[in-house]
Nanobody, 117 residues
Framework: QVQLVESGGGSVQPGGSLRLSCASS????????MGWYRQPPGKQRELVAY???????VYADFVKGRFTISRDNAKNTVYLQMNSLKPDDTAIYYC???????????WGKGTLVTVSS
């Protein structure tokens, strides 16, 4: 059974930082491109960043220079370091695993990030 479990969300003031984690099980982690998506209130889900097994990363323009995605293949975990947070970053953040074998997509249940003064 595939499980992606996000943690690390919470409330933070503008300019603050949070680190999200996503622990995976039931997948061959190294065979998956791992990503973070978010869904702001009243809006559609959007890509934040993703990372290939070898470490290559891709970011949405709105987080470049502020967020960093990383992965630990030994721990089957992907991280999202979020700095210089803005109120517009308020959203539910979802972990995604995309298998490079067969193209299966898996999602976590999400973790809420609220940026407010």
């Amino acid at each position: 059974q595939v499980q992606l479990v996000e943690s690390g969300g919470g409330s933070v003031q503008p300019g603050g930082s949070l680190r999200l984690s996503c622990a995976s099980s039931g997948i061959t982690f190294s065979r998956n491109v791992m990503g973070w998506y978010r869904q702001p209130p009243g809006k559609q889900r959007e890509l934040v960043a993703y990372i290939f097994s070898g470490g290559t990363t891709v970011y949405a323009d709105f987080v470049k220079g502020r967020f960093t995605i990383s992965r630990d293949n030994a721990k089957n975990t992907v991280y999202l370091q979020m700095n210089s947070l803005k109120p517009d970053d308020t959203a539910i953040y979802y972990c995604n695993a995309h298998s490079t074998l067969g193209g299966m997509n898996y999602w976590g249940k999400g973790t809420l990030v609220t940026v407010s003064s």
